[in-house]
C-alpha cells in the first residue's frame, strides 16, 4: 500500500490524469476516422459497408514486398573469432 502523499504532489497527479484523459478524448474522434480511412479499399476513399474479406484482394495489391541488396558481410571483421566461445 502506498503511504500518504503530500496535498501537492495529490494534486499534481490528479492534474496529470485529467491531461491524459483530456488529451485522449480530443485525438479518439480523429484516430477512428484516420483508421477508418486507412481501412477502406482505396486510402482516403469513403468507406462502404463491404465486408473485411471483399477488401482482401485490394490490400494485397498495394503490398510491395522489400527489395534487399546482395551483400555479404564477414563476422572476422568485426571480432568474431572461431574459437567457440567468442
Not at 476516422?33 to 474479406?53: D, E, F, N, Y
Amino acid at each position: 500500500m502506498k503511504g500518504k502523499r503530500e496535498p501537492d504532489q495529490a494534486r499534481r497527479e490528479f492534474l496529470k490524469r485529467v491531461g491524459v484523459v483530456a488529451g485522449g478524448v480530443a485525438i479518439a474522434p480523429n484516430l477512428v476516422t484516420a483508421c477508418a480511412r486507412l481501412a477502406s479499399p482505396v486510402a482516403g476513399a469513403p468507406i462502404s459497408s463491404t465486408s473485411g474479406w471483399a477488401m482482401v484482394h485490394g490490400i494485397l495489391a498495394r503490398i510491395v514486398p522489400p527489395v534487399f541488396p546482395a551483400r555479404d558481410f564477414d563476422i572476422r571483421n568485426y571480432g568474431a573469432v572461431g574459437d567457440g566461445s567468442t
